[in-house]
């Protein structure tokens, strides 16, 4: 089977379980699981039972798609994704976006657990994804491009688009709470960074790392899909404390903002319709 045939099943298979036709997309990251809660779900199917997908190996990832409606929004929210790190493939990185692509999804928003790398970042910070710096060694796009989805050579200029990006701002403003705005830089991981990647990140204009995110917003431009994209700050980046990373503490801070997580996303999606 061909990548596009691999898409083109996993929707056909999803389009044979619901009537709704999503129009908005989101991916909820690590630790951030929570707003699946807000979701008036009418079918949640477990990655696992959906053909083509990879199943999801991480704690904290709940590894289901939802199709329901958000303040009466048609959504398909990804709860949960696969990483590059998890030995999957680009292709089985980004091919739950491309479905969503033809479950008729227009918009996008991915969101992430992040370490911030600037001082004055607080971790439960929420940061607006201005645009990102891709140093994962890989891009989905390598290969044969499939022609279907997209072109050979697509532009990347304001890839995480100003319009999402000013609603982000007005929901924040909505729901009264402050927020940062910066550049995500993707790695592969599984390491967290050393102090001094931290600081080579930093140079060249990363505002916050992490291991995903990337390759969804390349493959969702790719095929014309709008993104946009929030990180939440989990963490201060490596060498910044003195203390040493952990999943835990990202999971932990990720529980800690919820509320102002599911907040802002519950404002911000009917702003997207
Ligand atoms: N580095 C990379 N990925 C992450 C971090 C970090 O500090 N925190 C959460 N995800």
Redesign the pocket.
């Given at each position: 089977m061909t990548p596009y045939q691999k898409i083109i099943e996993a929707a056909q298979f999803v389009l044979s379980k619901t009537k709704i036709k999503p129009t908005v997309g989101l991916v909820l990251g690590?630790g951030l699981g929570a707003f699946a809660a807000q979701v008036q779900v009418e079918v949640s199917i477990p990655f696992d039972q959906i053909p083509n997908f990879a199943k999801p190996t991480v704690e904290g990832h709940g590894g289901n798609l939802l199709i329901g409606h958000v303040g009466g929004t048609p959504c398909a929210v990804l709860q949960g994704r696969v990483h590059y790190y998890e030995g999957h493939s680009m292709e089985q990185v980004v091919l739950p976006i491309r479905m969503l692509g033809f479950l008729g999804v227009k918009k996008l928003i991915l969101t992430?657990?992040?370490?911030?790398l600037v001082q004055g970042m607080t971790p439960g910070d929420l940061m607006i994804i201005k645009d990102h710096i891709n140093i994962m060694g890989a891009n989905p796009l390598i290969g044969k491009n499939i022609t279907e989805l997209g072109p050979r050579f697509p532009d990347m200029t304001d890839l995480y688009s100003k319009d999402i990006r000013e609603k982000m701002m007005q929901s924040f403003k909505a729901i009264n709470e402050n927020f940062q705005v910066g550049v995500y830089c993707g790695?592969s991981?599984p390491t967290?960074?050393t102090p001094s990647e931290?600081e080579y990140i930093r140079r060249i204009g990363g505002d916050?790392?992490?291991?995903?995110t990337v390759p969804e917003a390349i493959a969702a431009r790719h095929m014309g899909i709008e993104v946009g994209g929030i990180s939440?700050?989990?963490?201060?980046?490596?060498g910044m404390t003195g203390l040493a990373?952990s999943?835990s503490?990202?999971t932990e801070t990720g529980k800690m903002v919820e509320k102002k997580f599911v907040a802002l996303l519950t404002d911000l999606i009917p702003r997207l319709a």
């Open positions: 690590s992430n657990a992040a370490g911030g790695l991981g967290y960074e931290v916050a790392v992490g291991m995903s939440c700050i989990t963490n201060l980046a490596a990373l999943h503490e990202v």
